[in-house]
Every structure is written in structure tokens, then in C-alpha cells.
């Protein structure tokens, strides 16, 4: 029974850590990757700001804001495809539907994190182990959709204890306008500039993540359309 259990954990655990991808070798991954820009560049009017910001030749540590479905895929095309961002998500999520621990199996880059009973290695180790193979790993600290555009939930501290640990920087992002969306809606992304874990208590990274995403100004409000094409469509798509 020992052995049994030993051999389960070890099972459970080798499956969680080849779900990272630090540098997106995954084929599949890249192929969605590269079909998804087009699409989401069609659908919604994308501006990246900042992109220089983001950190070469090491791993960081992403903190963004949270609004709907669509944060993390805009995300993803916002920042380079290497080192690649992979998301932390709630395990049961992940593991409880085949459908998605297939897709996560052979697409990389989720992270399934803090459940119990799934006899799964701690959420430290897996998110260690992700940026000591330089990996980026992407959080959204307020733990939950956002209700206003203009203000930041509460942060979780999660983030900056692993870049803490770590020892590398904290990007800060904020994404501007997937809270209610339609037919080529103007959406953001501002990349804000690294913060240096070096000197910070968790709280106090935290603090000054969050300052910096409350610093960033709102993008000018656009004439709205009268009729918002498929706007309960795309603004529920991923619930």
C-alpha cells in the first residue's frame, strides 16, 4: 500500500511538472499561438503597451489584473513567446475534466496549484520549479473577476512570495476593457516597468505591484456603437 501510494504521488507529481514549458516547444501550443493573434487582432482592437518593459535573458514573475475570459490569451500574445508565461490555476479545475488536463497535457503552460486530495507536489515547489527552468509564471493576484475596470480587488501575496524566492522581477500588467465585450472592441494591455524583489517583504511587493497598476491611467474612452455586435456572446463566452 506504501509503495502504491508512493508510486501515485510520484505519477501525480511527473505529470504536474511536465505540464511546464519554459521555453513553448510545444507544437500545439504554437500552432494555437499563432492562429489565435490573427483572430483575436480581427475580432477586438488589441493595443500592446510597453512591450519593452518585459525583462530578457531571465524569468519573471507576471501580476495582472483580472476581468474576464479573455486577460489571459491577451496576455500571452503581449508578451514574447519566450520565456513563456504559464498560468497558475485552481487544481480541481484542471484535473476534474478531461477535456482540459488533455489540453493542458499537450499544450503546457498551466500550472494546477493548491488542491487537496489530488495528492499533488505544494504550489511553491511547482511554481519554483517552473522559473528555476526559466519559465515565467502568470498570476492574477485579486483571485477573482474584477467588478469595475477602474479598481483593483484586494491582492493575494502568492506572487511576490515566489519572486521573492526566486529572486526575480515582478512584471506588473494591466488589461483594460474585457469586462464587457463586443465585435471590435478597443482592449489594452500596459506592461508596466519590472519591479526588483531585492529589499521587498512579500507585503511590501505586493504593495507596490499594486500601486503600480493603480498608477497606470485609464485609456481614453472611445464614442461607444450603437449596437454592440455579438456583445453577450463574446462577454460570456468563457463564464
Known amino acids: 500500500m506504501i509503495q502504491t501510494r508512493r508510486d501515485l504521488r510520484a505519477r501525480a507529481e511527473a505529470a504536474v511538472f511536465g505540464l511546464i514549458d519554459a521555453d513553448a516547444s510545444r507544437r500545439l501550443y504554437r500552432l494555437l499561438r499563432l492562429l489565435a493573434i490573427p483572430v483575436l487582432r480581427l475580432v477586438f482592437r488589441v493595443e500592446v503597451r510597453g512591450r519593452t518593459n518585459v525583462p530578457s535573458g531571465t524569468a519573471f514573475v507576471v501580476a495582472a489584473n483580472h476581468l474576464s475570459w479573455l486577460d489571459a490569451p491577451l496576455l500571452v500574445i503581449a508578451f514574447p513567446l519566450v520565456p513563456r508565461i504559464n498560468f497558475v490555476a485552481d487544481a480541481t479545475f484542471v484535473i476534474d475534466s478531461n477535456f482540459r488536463w488533455f489540453m493542458g497535457r499537450k499544450m503546457g503552460g498551466v500550472l494546477p496549484l493548491v488542491t487537496y486530495g489530488h495528492g499533488l507536489p505544494p504550489a511553491s515547489r511547482v511554481i519554483q520549479t517552473c522559473l528555476a527552468r526559466g519559465g515565467s509564471v502568470g498570476f492574477f493576484p485579486e483571485g477573482r473577476y474584477g467588478s469595475d475596470e477602474r ?53 511590501s511587493l505586493t504593495d507596490a505591484t499594486r500601486a503600480c497598476l493603480a498608477s497606470m491611467p485609464a485609456p481614453l474612452e472611445r464614442p461607444r456603437p450603437r449596437v454592440h455586435v455579438f456583445r453577450r456572446l463574446l462577454t460570456r463566452l468563457f463564464p
Not at 493575494?156 to 465585435?183: C, M, N, Q, S
Not at 489594452?188 to 531585492?198: F, L, N
Open 151 to 203: 479598481e483593483l480587488l484586494r491582492f493575494h501575496r502568492g506572487f511576490a512570495k515566489a519572486a521573492i524566492e526566486a529572486g526575480v522581477p515582478v512584471v506588473p500588467a494591466r488589461v483594460w476593457g474585457t469586462k464587457d465585450l463586443w465585435l471590435r472592441k478597443p482592449v489594452v494591455v500596459e506592461i508596466g516597468a519590472p519591479i526588483d524583489p531585492k529589499g521587498h517583504t512579500p507585503d
